[in-house]
């Protein structure tokens, strides 16, 4: 069996069998600048952009979401490799209740930010690291697939 065969197949049984693949083993550049630039760790890069990606492709046509993960494989490689770490509970009280408030502030975008913000603190993250996920996501994606993709993910993610 050829290495890439091999080195697949045992990237798939691992993510099967529940054990989390180090998302550098599946991607690279994003998640160094990520770390690099921000000092946290891999899994905590993974999860942030995880969950920045999962609220992109809610926001997003199907033919927009395969555009930009297509045109920035690393984001498509972050959002699966996101199944293999452990989430945090998708619903707790304070973040019902802080998206509650914050519809009544500014809307969807600023129920978007603070519910993200939640999200980001289960993970050990500070509500400022939102924007500096996504400024640095938007350099990344504007850099490997040019302006009309970065529009693409501005747009859905405009906090």
């Keep these: 069996m050829n290495n890439k065969k091999f080195v697949l197949i045992s990237v798939f049984t691992l993510l099967l069998s529940g054990f989390a693949v180090p998302a550098s083993a599946i991607t690279g550049s994003l ?13 905590q890069a993974t999860q942030g952009m995880a969950a920045l990606m999962e609220l992109a492709k809610q926001h997003l046509s199907t033919t927009d979401y ?7 494989p690393d984001l498509g490689a972050l959002a699966k490799a996101a199944a293999a770490f452990a989430k945090p509970q998708a619903a707790t009280t304070t973040g019902a209740l802080l998206g509650y ?19 980001f603190s289960q993970w050990g993250l500070t509500a400022d690291m939102v924007g500096k996920f996504l400024k640095i996501a938007l350099d990344y994606v504007n850099s ?9 993910l501005s747009e859905a993610l405009p906090f």
Excluded: C, R, W, Y
């Excluded at 990520?34 to 946290?40: A, F, H, K, R, S």
């Excluded at 490997?144 to 693409?152: A, F, Q, S, T």
């Design 66 to 72: 395969t555009k930009l993960i297509s045109g920035a």
């Design 101 to 119: 408030a914050a519809s009544f502030v500014g809307g969807d975008s600023a129920n978007q930010m603070v519910q993200m913000a939640h999200t």
């Design 144 to 152: 490997v697939g040019g302006p009309e993709l970065m529009k693409i």
């Design 31 to 43: 998640l160094n600048m990520l770390t690099g630039q921000l000092g946290i760790t891999e899994q």
